[in-house]
């Protein structure tokens, strides 16, 4: 796993070196903004497991050449009974924009993992002489490591002076699914403003 | 350019995985006590009428009982052996240590009308309630049970252990019972706890 993450931070940090084409548009410094997607995962028997998925993102423009995603989905249907959400951090890293700078396809490259959160109510079991064992409710939330490297491409395209939208498409490779694909379109509102 | 330290360490922050809360141990609530109204020392044998009788006459007990007999000829007789019964013993005070199992002495007679080709045992259970966890699962009773043949004369059986329950170990009182199945007369004689 270790031999995993180096490879891709050095494969970001070389990307991220290479300038992009075209102008550096000036990107606010945040994005934040909204995604929904699809997952086909192929690591299951039995055939091909498809899930949807919508939910919040943050971007972070580091500099005109790096950018931090990080977004949350919640997914379903799966087969926990409480709420199930992907994380996803990821380096986007420009690799060609438009002359007048606004848009902009990236490479990028993450991480992904699991959320879970479920509840569960106070149950009562009798026992036949009488007696009951009584199970309080509980809470539980659970953070999976994010073990699936998450790679791909993305597009975004500024609309005006605010808002941009949003066209992704990655690959997974790890324990979410195997081997799975990703396509999302999402909005994103630059926090004051793009120029 | 070199690699961005922020971006790696929150992707570092994020390797690891984590669990906020979980199901808390189960509670027991006690279901109705049985007193003795004999001492329940040593050899925790109960043969006469009047010790049987505590057996059936309390709260937790069900099923169609008749007391038959005087003495320690006396015996419980389960006319409706097709359908749920229970008896339960007296709670032991002290309890009692180092217990194997439960010995029975039976007579189970099938109703003449059930198939000769038809299953012709009748399935007992005893469950002890105690004084350490049987398992994983602190609330979890010890199970023992056994098929028991055909007889017309009383013969012994000692019900055996079931799940990953590794007797010996402490009881603070037993009860014995069946689900029902084929139907016939079972009689009782004799109930002891085998250390």
Not at chain 2, 130 to 150: F, I, K, Y
């Amino acid at each position: 796993m270790q031999r995993l993450w180096l490879t891709f931070v050095t494969v970001a940090g070389l990307l991220a070196a290479s300038p992009a084409r075209g102008q550096d548009a000036s990107a606010p410094h945040f994005e934040i903004g909204a995604n929904a997607s699809g997952i086909v995962a192929f690591g299951f028997e039995g055939g091909a497991g498809v899930v949807g998925g919508a939910g919040p993102g943050l971007t972070v423009n580091v500099t005109p050449r790096v950018a931090i995603d990080l977004a949350a989905e919640f997914i379903g249907p799966t087969e926990s009974s409480g709420t199930t959400a992907l994380y996803q951090t990821q380096l986007a890293l420009p690799i060609r924009r438009s002359a007048d700078g606004k848009r902009t396809l990236s490479f990028t490259v993450g991480a992904a993992g699991l959320l879970w959160y479920w509840q569960a109510s106070e149950t009562r079991s009798p026992r036949l002489d009488g007696s009951a064992v009584v199970y309080p409710g509980y809470r539980t939330f659970r953070i999976s490591a994010p073990t699936t490297l998450a790679l791909g491409i993305a597009r975004e395209e500024v609309v005006s002076r605010h808002v941009a939208t949003r066209f992704g498409l990655q690959t997974y490779l790890g324990s979410l699914g195997g081997i799975a694909v990703r396509a999302s379109v999402g909005v994103a509102f630059g926090v004051g403003g793009y120029r | 350019m070199t690699v961005p330290i922020l971006p790696v360490l929150l992707l570092a922050l994020l390797t690891a995985a984590c669990e906020i809360g979980g199901r808390p141990p189960g509670v027991v609530v006690p279901g109705p006590a049985v007193p003795s109204p004999f001492p329940t020392a040593p050899p925790y044998v109960w043969d006469t009428a009047e010790e049987l009788a505590v057996w059936m006459n309390n709260s937790v007990a069900r099923g169609s009982f008749a007391l038959e007999g005087s003495g320690t000829d006396a015996f419980i007789r389960i006319e409706r052996a097709d359908r749920d019964w229970l008896l339960r013993g007296p709670d032991l005070q002290p309890a009692a240590e180092a217990v194997l199992t439960v010995r029975l002495r039976y007579r189970w007679r099938p109703d003449p009308d059930v198939p000769p080709t038809a299953s012709l045992t009748t399935r007992v259970s005893a469950f002890f309630e105690t004084t350490t966890a049987v398992n994983e699962d602190a609330t979890a009773q010890a199970h023992l049970s056994s098929n028991l043949s055909p007889r017309d004369d009383w013969t012994d059986v000692e019900l055996r252990p079931q799940g990953q329950f590794k007797p010996p170990i402490g009881v603070e009182y037993c009860y014995v019972q069946s689900y029902g199945a084929n139907r016939g007369v079972l009689e009782i004689d004799r109930i002891e706890l085998v250390r």
